[in-house]
């Protein structure tokens, strides 16, 4: 099992800056990888990649994140982080944290809301 604990959202406006950090704990500490997936208001798809990042640093992003967000990882400490720039109203919605081990889980989620 692997808990997930978000923290770092708010309001903010456009062109404003945010961190999001994610820590995972748990009897599970073969993780093997760890990201963040957005949720938008009214969004029936789901939730959409943002960025992931490997145990080993690879590094992927959603395609309209790219130059503007950074993920970022301290094994270590099992936390990943995203740091969020030049935020744009279209950024608002629920960012939730995943780990994958053998299986995925998932955070709770924390909100993030981009004024115009």
């Known amino acids: 099992q692997v808990q997930l604990v978000e923290s770092g959202g708010g309001l903010v406006q456009a062109g404003g800056s945010l961190r999001l950090s994610c820590a995972a704990s748990g009897s599970d500490t073969s993780i093997n990888s760890m990201g963040w997936y957005r949720q938008a208001p009214g969004n029936q798809r789901g939730r959409g990649l943002v960025a992931s990042i490997t145990s080993g640093g690879y590094t992927n992003y959603g395609d309209s994140v790219k130059d503007r967000f950074t993920i970022s990882s301290d094994n270590a400490k099992s936390t990943v982080y995203l740091q969020m720039n030049n935020l744009q109203s279209e950024d608002t919605g629920t960012y939730y944290c995943?780990?994958?081990?053998?299986?995925?889980?998932w955070g709770q989620g924390t909100q993030v809301t981009v004024s115009s």
């Open positions: 995943n780990a994958c081990t053998s299986q995925a889980y």
